[in-house]
């Protein structure tokens, strides 16, 4: 993660804000930075979001492929993630700077996605054994200004709530094998249902307190961290801890407590921005990368 | 607990006075300035073909003969007596590495900072190794720029009581373009909190000491808890800072303050939204007009 550094006094500053519960820039504990979704902004991918949280900024393409399912679990298809930190975000990640990071998040967003219930992966077989839909879903990290897990993670949702994958025909040819065949029309395809996808909540604990969202200055006083991904129903799929400190046992249950709640307050909003999002429909003024 | 999350949209630029003298000569790198070959070329053009054309992007400025294109964001680019607020980033032998957002890392020379007391003596070998005791990497201060080297690094002094080593408060990072420049850059402004605006865009605020003033000249920092209101009023002076700088607007320390009191019917956290800083630089601009009328 791209890193700042503070001096002694400012850390001091810092601490004793949080302890009174005003941050450097007036926000509480558990407030969000003002957060900026579109989806939809790559015209070659099945989907495709791009989210702004502060000045953090991440863009999620999800592509679907027919491919061959996992052998243990034949009537599923699968999700690959590929987090891809650009050198554009920070000079830290130039050249293989960013590999380490690329493959800590990747590895996250595995476990995250790692059950039965975030995704319907059935609805992806096409024919057991032997077809189902992989979708490819690639994490580019344009800006970093702390936050990362997130970020990325209201990308995922926005952007699987807007793929779009193509309808199939299987149909036996003469030698028995199965043919398989795209529709033609580019409006026939079958969406996904995004309710139970978990969002990530980080908590940085900083002093005595955690805070939601830390920038950058912030997570330089921090010591450590617990990523939650929670569902709409505030079920926690999966939680890790980051950083070089400990965290004691009390602690983290309080932390987990207010992950919950956090992360159970990101789904409505975000579900009622991508649904009047799509009902605005072609009247949307696209603004892409040029905002 | 909030989450404010939106559509994105296409930001408008605002500005209340159109007015043709204000029309500045503005290009971008490729643009033709002159075919005449009788100018001079200065800093920020080259000559393609004959033709004087810009090779950054900013306003044109003409001096008799000479023509130069003066980029509107840039690295800081230090003259004698400016004043800056810069950040440690190494220790050397004699001297300390100094981060103020220009192209090189400026130097402090330890024979250029004020020993504790006030002592006038010849830097010894044992100042030479306690030097890290006084400024570590990572520290800030506000300095003088003292001279300017050959290869454009800036050499920084802090030989008043009013420059060194900052203690506790809030650094905003914004474009050196946008500081005015004037007599003083410290004020102790009357909504309860104290700035420095150095020019090299670095904003420093701090709660305004008492009465006691710091004899050691920035040696002790007190690590005294600040508070809640004053707290208050230094990220509120932030958000505005934040909120001028998203709109381009110049810094001095009048519409630092207009900017303050426009604010004060928002919550702090407010004034970071997109249509609230619109409206609060609105105000300003408005309550500056009026002021220079």
């Known amino acids: ?291 | 607990m909030a989450v404010d999350m939106r559509l994105p949209t296409v930001k408008n630029s605002m500005s209340l006075s159109h007015s043709a003298a204000d029309r500045k000569d503005l290009v971008v790198p490729g643009d033709v300035i002159t075919s005449d070959t009788g100018f001079m070329r200065g800093h920020g053009t080259y000559v393609d073909e004959d033709k004087l054309t810009a090779s950054v992007a900013g306003e044109v400025q003409r001096v008799d003969k000479l023509i130069c294109v003066r980029p509107l964001k840039t690295r800081f680019n230090g003259e004698v007596g400016d004043v800056v607020v810069g950040r440690i980033t190494e220790v050397q032998q004699k001297r300390w590495k100094v981060e103020t957002n220009s192209r090189l890392d400026s130097v402090l020379l330890l024979s250029s900072v004020n020993l504790p007391g006030g002592e006038l003596r010849r830097r010894s070998a044992e100042d030479e190794l306690t030097m890290r005791e006084y400024l570590q990497e990572g520290d800030l201060i506000s300095a003088e720029v003292q001279s300017v080297f050959s290869d454009g690094a800036l050499s920084l002094h802090t030989r008043s009581l009013k420059y060194g080593k900052l203690g506790q408060g809030v650094l905003v990072q914004l474009s050196p373009s946008l500081i005015k420049r004037q007599k003083t850059h410290f004020h102790n402004l009357p909504c309860g909190a104290s700035i420095i605006l150095g020019n090299n865009g670095f904003v420093w605020l701090y709660p305004t000491p008492g009465q006691q003033e710091e004899e050691a000249g920035g040696f002790y920092t007190s690590l005294e808890p600040v508070s809640l209101s004053d707290r208050e009023v230094i990220s509120r002076l932030r958000n505005c800072l934040l909120a001028l700088a998203a709109h381009k607007m110049l810094l001095y320390d009048t519409s630092v303050l207009y900017c303050y009191e426009s604010s004060l019917q928002h919550q702090v956290k407010d004034v970071l939204k997109p249509e609230v800083m619109e409206e609060i630089v609105m105000l300003t601009q408005q309550k500056l007009l009026e002021h220079e009328s």
């Open chain 1, 1 to 291: 993660m791209a890193t700042v550094q503070v001096s002694e006094a400012e850390k001091v500053y810092i601490l004793h804000g949080i302890r009174d519960d005003l941050r450097v820039d007036g926000r509480g504990c558990e407030d969000y930075r003002h957060m900026e979704v579109e989806t939809d902004v790559v015209s070659n991918t099945d989907g495709s979001a791009k989210v702004t949280l502060g000045h953090t900024a991440v863009l999620v393409g999800i592509k679907a492929e027919i491919g061959k399912p996992r052998p243990m679990i034949a009537n599923q298809g699968y999700l690959e993630f590929f987090v891809d930190c650009s050198a554009n975000a920070t000079p830290e990640f130039e050249g293989r700077g960013g590999e380490e990071l690329g493959t800590e998040l990747s590895n996250t967003l595995y476990k995250v996605f790692n059950n039965q219930h975030s995704l319907d992966l059935k609805s992806l077989c096409i024919s057991p054994g032997e077809h189902c839909w992989v979708l490819y879903v690639d994490v580019l990290l344009l800006q970093c200004d702390g936050n990362l897990y997130d970020a990325i993670s209201v990308a995922i949702k926005a952007a699987l709530f807007n793929t779009k994958i193509p309808k199939v025909h299987i149909s036996s040819d003469e030698e028995g094998g199965k043919e398989i065949e795209l529709s033609d029309d580019p409006y026939d395809c079958m969406r996904l249902d995004v309710e139970n996808v978990p969002c990530i909540v980080t908590l940085c604990k900083i002093g005595h307190r955690h805070v939601v969202d830390a920038t950058l200055q912030e997570k330089a006083c921090s010591v450590a961290s617990l990523i939650i991904s929670v569902t709409h129903k505030g079920i926690i799929t999966c939680s890790r801890k980051v950083g070089r400190g400990s965290l004691d046992p009390e602690s983290i249950c309080e932390m987990i407590e207010a992950g919950k709640r956090v992360g159970k307050a990101l789904h409505p909003p975000l579900m009622k921005l991508l649904q009047q999002e799509e009902s605005l429909g072609n009247k949307r003024q696209k603004v892409g990368f040029l905002g």
